[in-house]
């Protein structure tokens, strides 16, 4: 079993969709939990960190369910630019941090 | 601020040849992470450094692959002799401190070793 799990997806969405991601972790010691976003051909770039009060930036909500070890992120109001892929990261002590898979995103017009 | 820096940003080798892959972090960030992306096997961590010391080197596939760090601001991944398994993308990462709050990422060196 992976240690960070997600759907890959695609997900395909029409502009305006609401749109959520889920993401599984094995280690209940992780301690710091992540989304990152990744345009095709690009580098990861960190979109928020995750917290169990919940965390929102503009149209994104991030949540965090240690009881259950997942994490989710809803996107609001999906944007053609919101097409990526979303990567779920649990950062477990020391320095191990676990990247998972990615979930695709295809927003469409 | 610029940013994690590296290069080249693509490279493209024969077989048997050595590779270099160059990294500078954001300064001030003590910890340096070298990663690899494939399509199959998504991102790997090769190797981490904190405070210009590696740290875990065990997912570094083979002896092939060497990395060092002579100082605070410079890296570098060394392939040798480069193979065609290796072509993928390699991103190096910086953080201060463990990588709590996140990392950054260079825009990747884009391998292809035929």
């Known amino acids: 079993r992976k240690e960070v799990e997600q759907d890959p997806g695609p997900f395909n969405v029409p502009e305006g969709a609401t749109v959520a991601f889920n993401c599984t972790y094995s280690n209940s010691a992780s301690q710091s939990f992540f989304w990152y976003r990744q345009d095709c051909r690009k580098e990861p770039k960190l979109l928020m960190s995750v917290y169990s009060s919940g965390n929102e930036d503009g149209r994104f909500t991030a949540q965090l369910n240690r009881a259950s070890q997942y994490i989710s992120l809803l996107i609001r109001d999906s944007k053609l630019s919101d097409s990526a892929t979303y990567l779920c990261?649990?950062?477990?002590?020391?320095?191990?941090?676990?990247f998972g898979a990615g979930t695709r995103l295809f927003v469409k017009a | 601020d610029a940013g994690v820096i590296q290069s080249p940003r693509h490279e493209v080798t024969e077989m048997g040849q050595e590779v270099t892959l160059r990294c500078k972090p954001i300064?001030?960030?003590?910890?340096l992470f070298w990663y690899r992306q494939t399509m199959m096997r998504g991102l790997e961590l090769l190797i981490y450094f904190n405070n210009n010391v590696p740290i875990d080197d065990s997912g570094m596939p083979e002896d092939r692959f060497s990395a060092k760090m002579p100082n605070a601001s410079f890296s570098t991944l060394k392939i040798q002799p480069s193979e065609p398994r290796d072509s993928a993308v390699y991103f190096c990462?910086?953080?201060?401190?463990?990588?709590?709050?996140?990392?950054?990422f260079g825009s990747g060196t884009r391998l292809t070793v035929v």
């Open positions: 990462a910086s953080s201060p401190g463990e990588g709590r709050g996140g990392y950054t």
């Open positions: 990261v649990a950062h477990t002590g020391g320095f191990k941090t676990i």
């Open positions: 300064s001030g960030h003590n910890s």
